[in-house]
């Protein structure tokens, strides 16, 4: 069964203090690993699309990475702005959707 | 260019009765996911639809929900006889096509159903 985890469920730092997000998945066939951020009563708002392992994308502070089994999201000296719930979620080949499989998230508070 | 519109964004139901979600999708985008998002829970798929067809329904429980995406106006989500386990957050999201490429999702901000 198509699968991902994500750790830890939590993670508050300090500004500019440096971390990194764990997605771990489990999937068939990988389409494609997508990054979302998530703020409160919002929607998902997309980050990055990883398709192959050794892959990296960045964004300002945010670098992801993939490797066959997980995906890092790299975050370099936050700002309380990045404040949010990050989710990671899979693609699987085969099938006629884009359906996405999400992680339950990790909710990143930075403090000032 | 207005994003994905949910509304409404709040709707409280008593149990039996019926709740109508609907998603108006970004322009130019055929396109319509429905998940839903529990407490503590991750975002699950509950229904892919284009224009007119339900493409898949895996993630939607047999009995009481029902989505349409007709040819004119909103995609609508359709709960009957809610039940208080049906309290969660039901985001809709779109993209343009079905590309042999990845089609990221645009997600509206949902809609926050409460059955009491």
């Known amino acids: 069964e198509d699968q991902v985890t994500q750790s830890p469920e939590a993670l508050r730092l300090q500004e500019g203090e440096s971390s990194s997000l764990n997605c771990s998945y489990t999937?068939?066939?990988?389409?494609?690993l997508f990054w979302y951020r998530q703020d409160p009563g919002k929607g998902p708002e997309f980050l990055f699309t990883?398709?192959?392992a050794g892959e990296e994308k960045e964004k300002e502070r945010l670098k992801a990475t993939l490797t066959k089994k997980e995906s890092f999201l790299h975050i370099t000296a936050p700002k309380p702005e990045d404040s949010a719930t990050y989710l990671c979620a899979v693609q699987a080949k085969g099938g006629a959707t884009n359906k996405l499989i999400f992680g339950t998230g990790t909710l990143l508070a930075v403090q000032p | 260019n207005a994003g994905v519109m949910q509304n409404p964004r709040h709707l409280v139901r008593r149990r039996g009765q019926e709740a109508r979600l609907r998603c108006s999708p970004m322009k130019g985008h055929s396109h319509v996911y429905w998940y839903r998002q529990l407490p503590e829970e991750g975002l699950k798929f509950m229904v892919y639809?284009?224009?007119?067809?339900?493409?898949?329904e895996s993630g939607m429980p047999k009995e009481r929900f029902s989505a349409e995406f007709p040819k004119e106006g909103p995609s609508i989500l359709r709960i009957q006889q809610v039940v208080r386990g049906d309290s969660a957050a039901y985001f809709c999201?779109?993209?343009?096509?079905?590309?042999?490429?990845?089609?990221?999702?645009?997600f509206g901000s949902g809609t926050q159903l409460s059955v009491l």
């Open positions: 999201a779109s993209s343009p096509n079905q590309g042999a490429n990845n089609e990221k999702l645009f």
């Open positions: 639809l284009q224009k007119e067809n339900i493409i898949d």
């Open positions: 999937v068939s066939g990988l389409r494609g």
């Open positions: 990883l398709y192959s």
